[in-house]
């Protein structure tokens, strides 16, 4: 009855029911009663000490209870963390349960609000970095950065500070401040903190990657786009015809084509990667039997030819995938196989 009237939405109902029920003392369903009406005190009322009472003599009264080890833990979490400031520990379990229910901006100016309401609210901390990773999801890292900082300001040489700092040195590392963040996370890699350390030498490793994959790119883009250019200024100081098409824009076309269109089918994001290379690929192979049918280079000239047109296509494969996000799944299936 008292749960149908809490799925009703009649939490005081409920409660009243729970209250009124005659249950024999110590016996299983007594036991329930008084659990149910700490969750429900918990859950809708958000009264953390009250519900803290009731967990406590739920735990008291049935010690080898189907719910003591839950309603023991529970208990233990709003005394240490609503204690100072119950008022807090309510709004903040509420906007959290609202935010996992239906995301919305708007919760970000309560948490907020909650931060600079409570300055003794224990998980004050967690709260700004709970709003930091909302804004930065958001692409905005000033505000989340702002967070971070009154996390760096208010807790100094905490374990918390220490992660706020490595987050913000994260953050450094999206926005391609590679100097910066490694050299935060190289202050951390001998930390006395364990999860700091951690935390600091994984993001040290990932750091090294991302700058490299970066500087990869940027010089792929350079070599991809200076070989085209070189092309193409060949071809109109010889004034070579694009027509007939060249053997091997007629061979690849068709080819790359059915490849794009195929791996649509499996997965959009890779599908946007095999048509930038099908794409690129197909005006390569264009450019480059257009010019080597009016020059034929020969000797050192054919195999620097040789090499800059293969390191132009591997450029292309490769900013193709770093620009749509695969080059972390390249690798692993590089690593473990197309199976896995």
Sequence with gaps: MALALERQGKVPDALAALASAHEPPGSASSGRVLYERARITDEHLRDPLSAAKLYGDYVAAFPQGPYARLSADRQQYLVRNGTPAPQALAEYEAILGEFARHPSAQLVPRMSQVIDRY???????????WLANILRQRQDFDGAAHWLGVVLHDYPGTGDAHRADISLAQD??????FAAAMSTFERYVDSDDPLARELARAQLRVARNLRLWFWLFRGGLVLLGGWLAALTLGILRRHAPFWPLPFEARLFGPIAVVMALLTFVESRRVGVAVSIIAGGGVLLATLQGVYLRASAPRGLRRLVHVLVSAGAAASLA????????LTDLVITTIEQGADR
């Design 172 to 177: 450094a590392v999206s926005q391609h401040q």
């Design 119 to 129: 300055p003794a609210f224990p998980l004050r901390p967690r709260a700004c970095f």
């Design 318 to 325: 490769f900013c193709a995938i770093d620009a749509c996000g």
